[in-house]
């Protein structure tokens, strides 16, 4: 079964740059469309990155995706940290035209 | 402005039968997939399944197939969850949404708890 592999969570500062990272655990992970959603609590999930790296409108340029084939992953990067940025992230791709979620990563912003 | 629209939280027990819905407004109902997601207590998302109001073809995780219906009436462009004989461990906040590429619009969650 294909698998998506999120750090379980990760930290930075107000200001700063994150990376969050999703690694396929087989096949070419750009074969299919990586899309990410941000989960803050208490709320239903929003897209902020489909088709690997298009921004809803709305979502600020802050936020950025990427595919990288040699390492089978996907990143989401968030620019300019600020304290609203909080959240669970969950990238999302397909197997066989199902979808898979990887197992989200806890963004703390200190 | 595209809404989908949940019904509201249920408290059911163990065997009894549900059906939640999800109400789509703003653009035609028709012409894009929609999934449901389940997120139990603490826990991440994970994906059920997707059906296409057009023609009602319909997919699912293996994990929950044989285990929810999925199901729509386009007539008035609503999408169903629905269980047959529910468990403790369905207890959970499901979320639908609508697929383009990926998922784009989400409801507002509905939260079932399952509970003797």
């Known amino acids: 079964n294909f698998m998506l592999t999120q750090p379980h969570s990760v930290s930075e500062s107000p200001g700063k740059t994150v990376t969050i990272s999703c690694t396929g655990s087989?096949?070419?992970?750009?074969?299919?469309?990586v899309q990410w959603y941000q989960q803050r609590p208490g709320s239903a999930p929003t897209t902020v990155i489909y088709?690997?790296?298009?921004?809803p409108s709305g979502v600020p340029d802050r936020f950025s995706g990427s595919i990288d084939s040699s390492s089978n992953s996907a990143s989401l990067t968030i620019s300019g940290l600020k304290t609203e940025d909080e959240a669970d992230y969950y990238c999302?791709?397909?197997?066989?035209?199902?979808?898979?979620f990887g197992g989200g990563t806890k963004l703390t912003v200190l | 402005e595209v809404q989908l629209v949940q019904s509201g939280a249920e408290v059911k027990k163990p065997g009894e039968s549900l059906k939640i819905s999800c109400k789509g407004s703003g653009y035609s109902f028709t012409s894009y997939w929609i999934g449901w997601v389940r997120q139990m207590p603490g826990k991440g998302l994970e994906w059920m399944g997707i059906i296409y109001p057009g023609d009602s073809d319909t997919r699912y995780s293996p994990s929950f197939q044989g285990q929810v219906t999925i199901s729509a009436d386009k007539s008035i462009s609503t999408a169903y969850l629905q269980w047959s004989s529910l468990k403790a461990s369905d207890t959970a906040m499901y979320y639908c949404?609508?697929?383009?590429?990926?998922?784009?619009?989400w409801g507002q969650g509905t939260l079932v708890t399952v509970s003797s």
């Open positions: 088709e690997d790296n298009q921004r």
């Open positions: 087989s096949g070419s992970i750009a074969s299919n469309y």
């Open positions: 999302q791709s397909y197997d066989s035209s199902r979808g898979v």
């Open positions: 949404a609508r697929q383009k590429t990926g998922f784009d619009y």
